[in-house]
């Protein structure tokens, strides 16, 4: 027993947690991306998709389609929601819904800020984007040349404003720098989100907390993986870990250390929920960790309709609308490049 959540949770939240398991319920089944896989053109993939709730937004699109089409069009449908969601709420769940849109900001100034430094057209990037992740000044991140910049200049009238004051330095931008600040923000942007559902308490508190727990240790293992052979130090990557999660601390300081993949995968073979994860893996391997990653989130952001009278149903229909995403642009890409053996490699099925 949470407290008392059934009494009051409907007067604010229950339209629009109807509406959520309303949205989900029109997610792609496995029979439908069974039939997505046979689909020989891009345009058997848009017939297909036009009887389901992506239908109107394909169905003026002419001929010839392309991925990036069927990808903008489907992340379209994904911001309508959010924002029929979004004008709706009342406090606290409009900060909640808020803060799923954070991680997409940090995403889109690393976007922005990588190509500037290798002299892409600030038009170009901005149109790369995600749509969630926009707020009025993002063009102007092309001026900054050091953090101190990027954050006097541009970010301190942002959400992202508090996260920022770990990495303010004032190095110049190169990619290395960009890496770690990317990993800084969502560092910060995690913990912040962690004590906010804490805050919520109830059910929210406990089904959130696994779900940013989980995310937290996934960040930790990638960071791992990715900073192995690189300039940074034992020190440097363990500040990059989030302070809480499952691997938090005794974990971090074993991945702190790990030197390469078959250490990473000793350390975390010791935490039961991610032993079935490592042992897919054959030695020495990485690729298969990416998907066996998202098919743990999936399995989770699942398991958070199971319950009723809390705030954790909005971030997971907007996690598997963007797993959705992913998958569509895969079977796109196979298709349109002729690789249909490699379909099945990277769809991760959500029911």
């Not at 029109?26 to 993939?45: H, P, V, W």
């Not at 954070?102 to 990037?125: A, F, K, P, S």
């Not at 030197?259 to 010791?270: C, F, L, P, T, W």
Request: hydrophobic share 35%; aromatic share 12%; proline share 3%.
């Amino acid at each position: 027993m949470y407290g008392f959540e059934a009494l009051t949770f409907n007067i604010h939240g229950g339209y629009l947690e109807a509406i959520v398991r309303g949205y989900r319920s029109g997610l792609l089944t496995a029979s439908d991306y069974n039939n997505l896989c046979q689909c020989e053109t891009l345009e058997d993939i848009k017939m297909h998709l036009s009887a389901t709730e992506y239908g109107p937004y394909l169905q003026n699109e002419p001929s010839p389609l392309y991925t990036t089409t069927i990808v903008e069009k489907c992340t379209l449908k994904l911001v309508d929601e959010y924002k029929h969601m979004l004008t709706q709420a009342t406090e606290p769940l409009s900060t909640f819904l808020e803060y799923i849109t954070y991680g997409h900001m940090i995403d889109n100034v690393v976007l922005i800020v990588t190509g500037t430094l290798h002299e892409r057209d600030v038009q170009e990037l901005l149109e790369k984007c995600h749509p969630l992740g926009m707020f009025d000044s993002i063009a102007t991140l092309a001026v900054a040349q050091n953090m101190r910049e990027l954050y006097r200049l541009v970010l301190v009238d942002t959400p992202l404003a508090p996260y920022f004051s770990e990495c303010i330095t004032s190095e110049d931008l190169d990619d290395m720098n960009i890496e770690i600040m990317r990993n800084t923000l969502y560092k910060a942007y995690l913990e912040d989100f962690y004590r906010f559902c804490q805050k919520l308490g109830g059910a929210t508190a406990e089904i959130m907390s696994d779900i940013l727990a989980f995310e937290a240790d996934r960040r930790a293992v990638n960071i791992t993986i990715n900073s192995i052979g690189t300039e940074l130090t034992r020190d440097d990557r363990r500040k990059l870990y989030s302070n809480f999660g499952l691997l938090y601390p005794y974990g971090h300081e074993e991945l702190a250390v790990c030197e390469d993949i078959d250490q990473v995968r000793s350390s975390m073979e010791k935490y039961p929920p991610y032993h079935s994860i490592f042992s897919k893996l054959s030695y020495g391997e990485s690729q298969v960790l990416d998907k066996a990653f998202y098919e743990e989130e999936v399995k989770r952001l699942c398991l958070a309709f199971e319950q009723q009278f809390h705030y954790g149903v909005f971030f997971a229909y907007m996690r598997l609308k963007e797993q959705e995403i992913r998958n569509l642009m895969w079977i796109s890409e196979c298709v349109a490049q002729n690789q249909k053996s490699r379909v099945h490699d990277s769809v991760v099925f959500i029911f």
